[in-house]
Nanobody, 120 residues
């Protein structure tokens, strides 16, 4: 199986920065897209940013210019650098990856989530 483990969440003041990491491990043949999603209380889970295996990125309009997603293919890890954080960025952030766990089988996997709270 495949496990995704996130780290780096916490409490930060408005205008501050945080960096989240997500490491994939287990039975991995290759990893396609990796991404970050978030879910605030009472709201649906939403896309924050994704990065392809080739490094192409996509961002939600609400985070463009403030968040930067990256990945280290050698470490099966994705990162998201979050700057100029706002209270509305408060949410549980989830890592997602589309993983080929054999040459012929692929699936989507989620991390357990990490809380990000932006508050003074």
């Amino acid at each position: 199986q495949v496990q995704l483990v996130e780290s780096g969440g916490g409490l930060v003041q408005p205008g501050g920065s945080l960096r989240l990491s997500c490491a994939a491990s287990g039975s991995i043949f290759s990893i396609n897209d990796m991404g970050w999603y978030r879910q605030a209380p009472g709201k649906e889970r939403e896309l924050v940013a994704t990065v392809s295996s080739g490094g192409s990125t996509k961002y939600a309009d609400s985070v463009k210019g403030r968040f930067t997603i990256s990945r280290d293919n050698a470490k099966n890890t994705t990162y998201i650098e979050m700057n100029s954080l706002k209270p509305e960025d408060t949410a549980v952030y989830y890592c997602h990856a589309r993983v080929a766990y054999t040459r012929w089988a692929m699936g989507g996997f989620w991390g357990q989530g990490t809380q990000v709270t932006v508050s003074s």
